[in-house]
């Protein structure tokens, strides 16, 4: 089986609930390249080996590095010359095949489809990935506000969405010498 192939397959099975069962999978190998002809067992053990992990791991990686490099690329060069480093954190919630709501329990219990969440953390400056995590989806961001709060240094930037506002932990990052950009809950006052 070609790496092409492997990665077509499974970007399919994400979005194709027909085909997930292995037979399924393996009529829709052989779609994508007659000549590749696995039987279920064979397949199963691929997708399971420590290999195809890191190889799908690597080309989700890279896939996320190119979209985001060329998001910061139209930047202007000047913007953010006042911090060291400028962390990007942000969840997006990958809805998954029902047949897996057991493991990957969506937000409203057995009745809703399985979804898992992807929390990124990107370093805008340098253009790297410091994280993908994949959570479970009733996680709530404040939880993960608190969760790679290290890598937070004197001078630098963290810029994160409303669902991540957590007073204690801006309260970390002031007092780290770091800087946060966030929207503020209505319910929360300012006072100079």
């Given amino acids: 089986m070609q790496a092409k192939d492997f990665v077509d ?20 190998l052989r779609e994508l390249n007659s000549k590749t002809d696995l039987t279920p067992q064979s397949l199963m053990e691929r997708i399971n080996s420590p290999n195809a992990v890191e190889f799908l ?11 985001m490099s060329n998001i910061v690329n139209r ?6 010359k006042f911090f060291k480093n400028v962390w990007l954190e942000d969840c997006s919630e990958c809805v998954l095949n029902e047949a897996l709501q057991e493991t990957f329990k969506g937000s409203g219990g057995k009745s809703s489809r399985a979804s898992v969440k992807i929390d990124l ?22 939880k993960l506000a608190q969760k790679h709060i290290e890598i ?11 669902g991540f506002f ?7 990052i002031h007092n780290t010498g770091a800087f946060f950009l966030s929207r503020l809950p209505a319910c929360v006052s300012i006072y100079l």
């Fill in 75 to 80: 930047m202007p060069p000047d913007l953010l």
């Fill in 121 to 142: 953390i990107y370093e805008i400056k340098q253009k790297t990935i410091h994280s993908i995590d994949l959570v479970d989806r009733r996680s709530p961001d404040q």
């Fill in 152 to 162: 937070i240094k004197a001078g630098d930037l963290i810029i994160r969405d409303l």
């Fill in 166 to 172: 957590d007073v204690t932990v801006l309260k970390l």
């Fill in 9 to 28: 397959l499974l970007s399919a099975a994400s979005t194709d609930p027909a085909i997930v069962p292995l037979t399924g999978l393996c009529n829709a």
């Fill in 57 to 67: 791991k690597q080309v989700f990686q890279r896939a996320m590095q190119t979209k």
